[in-house]
């Protein structure tokens, strides 16, 4: 069976690949929700009805575990499916986020921790709880960046330093200590961030492949059931010419993308 990756669109290809290059072994199905991406803005009824539909497919598609990449789906509606759905429909069958792993690396350093995330992760205060339960003592700001998506999807890097410097600006001000980027897509300017600030920046795409490996040393009962055959499947709901372009921006080759239905 294939370990599942999902993501509101293809920023989780950061995330993926870099899970891919350190396990290289197994069987992969990466799904992005391009049709409906950006998932940040969104209602948390509606981020968990069509994280619903996205794990449907994926466990119809044989994923024994679905890593949710996306930040975004993690945050309001990652308890709800491994309490409510799995159990009723793919008992056994296990999906992780990202949020919990990502916490867990910003307190090791202790001290002030900034947070980038998506309006709808921020309002969630997902990291805010994480962190706190880590380390009660830990500050935690966080900072909508909702420029950021659009800007990386659409080619805007050349806009980015402008976009990234006000954001990071009440951190700065704060003397944070840790940055976590809260967001698929903003792997893509950590050299951006990292840049700004002398803060530790936690990006998601160096912090992910090692946790899912501690994951999966930890839990033989799922790790048995993962094929070995080193397929990568990659899905969207929705294909044009500017998805495959992003898509090489990310991996550095054409990606095999193929539209599905959810
Ligand atoms: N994938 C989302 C996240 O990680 C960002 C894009 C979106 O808003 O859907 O939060």
Redesign the pocket.
């Known amino acids: 069976m294939r370990i599942g990756v999902f993501?509101?669109?293809l920023?989780?290809l950061a995330i993926a690949r870099a899970i891919m290059t350190r396990l290289p072994e197994y069987d992969y199905l990466y799904l992005g929700d391009t049709k409906r991406?950006?998932?940040?803005g969104r209602s948390q009824e509606t981020i968990h009805e069509f994280v619903g539909q996205a794990l449907g497919y994926l466990f119809e598609n044989d994923c024994h575990l679905v890593i949710l990449a996306?930040?975004?789906a993690s945050a309001e509606s990652l308890r709800k499916s491994q309490q409510e759905y799995l159990p009723k429909n793919y008992p056994g069958r296990n999906v992780l986020g990202v949020i919990i792993p990502t916490a867990e690396v910003a307190t090791g350093s202790g001290g002030k921790v900034g947070v980038l995330?998506?309006q709808s992760?921020v309002d969630s205060d997902a990291y805010g709880r994480e962190i706190r339960k880590q380390d009660p003592d830990a500050r935690v700001i966080q900072v909508p960046a909702p420029l950021l998506?659009p800007l990386i999807e659409n080619d805007g890097f050349k806009y980015i330093d402008a976009v990234v410097e006000d954001y990071l600006a009440p951190l700065i001000r704060e003397q944070i200590d840790v940055i976590v980027l809260g967001?698929?897509?903003y792997c893509l300017v950590k050299d951006q961030v990292r840049g700004r600030t002398s803060a530790q920046v936690i990006s998601q795409d160096e912090i992910v492949p090692e946790k899912l490996a501690c994951y999966l040393r930890r839990h033989p009962e799922h790790e048995r059931e993962l094929g070995r055959s080193g397929e990568r499947l990659y899905h969207v709901t929705d294909l044009t010419s500017g998805y495959r372009k992003f898509a090489r921006t990310i991996c550095g080759e054409d990606l095999p993308l193929e539209t599905v239905t959810l």
């Open positions: 993501d509101s669109g920023g989780g991406l950006p998932y940040g996306c930040n975004t995330a998506t992760t998506v967001c698929t897509h």
